[in-house]
């Protein structure tokens, strides 16, 4: 069965320091492996994923994540943190094919970026 | 850009009563989803459809029904609203190819008394 782990509830960073979200997976096949962001009062929005290729993916707002296949995981990085940063980021595993249409959310993390 | 709408931000219910939430795309997105979010469980599936009429149960289907009757448009329905089905509901689209990121709305935050 797939699955996928977040293991900290909360980050907290100071504006301009780098910035990691930890992400952790399970699946019988390959993973389709995706990151949202959840503002306050707002549905997620897509910020990237990984199918397939290069290991090292670019999304919006200046973020970018690493898939690991030996560690079976897809960190969220981020160079410099900003304020404006600070929100709910969940991982999102899509297990191919054996999960189908099926997407499994984490938990989700709340970053805190402190000015 | 792709917008997905849900009916209501904020909806305030009675136990037992019947609940309709709607949700409509305007991206011609083969696949619609509901799910519930709750705090540390994440987002959990309640069901989805990946055509007009058609529907597959996610994990937590109990209570719940659905209806897609147009492409554009999926519903959730709670048969009878129970205080546990308090929480937030999010509705979201993606094109069938099973790469494609979903497009969320900005959910409705239910309410049962």
């Known amino acids: 069965a797939q699955s996928v782990a977040q293991p900290e509830d909360q980050v907290n960073v100071a504006e301009g320091n780098p910035l990691t979200v930890k992400c952790t997976y399970s699946v019988s096949g390959n993973p389709y492996l995706f990151w949202y962001v959840q503002y306050p009062n707002r549905g997620l929005q897509f910020l990237l994923k990984?199918?397939?290729?290069?290991?090292l993916v670019k999304g919006s707002y200046g973020f970018e994540a690493e898939f690991n296949k030996s560690q079976t995981s897809f960190h969220l990085k981020k160079p410099s943190a900003l304020v404006s940063d600070s929100a709910l980021y969940f991982c999102a595993v899509r297990d191919m094919p054996a999960g189908g249409f099926k997407t499994i959310f984490g938990a989700g993390t709340r970053l805190f970026v402190k000015a | 850009d792709v917008k997905v709408t849900q009916s209501s931000r904020y909806l305030v219910k009675r136990t037992g009563e019947k609940v309709f939430l709607e949700c409509v795309q305007d991206?011609?997105?083969?696949?619609m989803f509901w799910y519930r979010q709750d705090p540390g469980l994440g987002l959990r599936l309640i069901y989805f459809?990946?055509?007009?009429?058609?529907?597959e149960k996610g994990d937590i289907p109990e209570g719940y029904s659905v209806s897609r009757e147009k492409k554009e448009r999926f519903s959730l329905i709670l048969e009878s609203a129970s205080t546990n089905q308090t929480s937030m509901y999010l509705c979201?689209?993606?094109?069938?190819?099973?790469?494609?990121?979903?497009?969320f709305g900005p959910g409705t935050r239910l309410t049962v008394t």
């Open positions: 991206m011609d997105h083969e696949n």
């Open positions: 459809s990946y055509d007009v009429k058609m529907k």
């Open positions: 979201a689209s993606s094109f069938v190819l099973r790469g494609n990121e979903q497009y």
């Open positions: 990984y199918i397939t290729g290069d290991n």
